[in-house]
C-alpha cells in the first residue's frame, strides 16, 4: 500500500522552531518531487514548499521563504521541512504530497498523506 506519514507537528510558541517529516511506505521517493502544503478550515490548500526528487530544485511559498527549509534523505525515504521563527499564521494542518514535478500546485501531486496540526500561539 502506497503510503505517506507526517509526523513532527504540535505546539510552538511564536519564534519557536518545528521540523516535520515526511515517510514514504510501499514506494520509494527517489523518483518523486515532494511538496509540503498547509490548510486552516475554511480556507484553499497552499502550497508551502517543495522538493525535486534529487533535491537540487526547492521552491518556497513568498510567506514561509527564509523561515523554512526543505530537504530530503532519499535512502532514509524521508522529506523534511524545517520551520523556523514561527508565526501564528503557520498554524495549520501540514501535509505532505508525491507527484513528478517540483511545484506548489496543488493538482501536481499524485499521493497525499494525512496531515498533521501544526499549532502556532503564546
Known amino acids: 500500500q502506497l503510503q505517506l506519514v507526517e509526523s513532527g507537528g504540535g505546539w510552538v510558541q511564536p519564534g519557536g522552531s518545528l521540523r516535520l517529516s515526511c515517510v514514504a511506505s510501499?514506494?520509494?521517493?527517489?523518483?518523486?518531487?515532494i511538496g509540503w502544503f498547509r490548510q486552516v478550515p475554511g480556507k484553499e490548500r497552499e502550497g508551502v514548499s517543495a522538493i525535486g526528487s534529487s533535491g537540487l530544485m526547492t521552491s518556497y511559498a513568498d510567506s514561509v521563504n527564509g523561515r523554512f527549509t526543505i530537504s530530503r534523505d532519499n535512502a532514509k525515504n524521508t522529506v523534511y521541512l524545517q520551520m523556523n521563527s514561527l508565526k501564528p499564521e503557520d498554524t495549520a494542518n501540514y501535509y505532505c504530497?508525491?507527484?513528478?514535478?517540483?511545484?506548489?500546485?496543488?493538482?501536481?501531486?499524485?499521493?497525499w498523506g494525512q496531515g498533521i496540526q501544526v499549532a502556532v500561539s503564546s
Open positions: 510501499g514506494f520509494t521517493l527517489d523518483n518523486y518531487a
Open positions: 504530497a508525491a507527484g513528478p514535478y517540483c511545484s506548489l500546485d496543488v493538482g501536481e501531486y499524485d499521493f
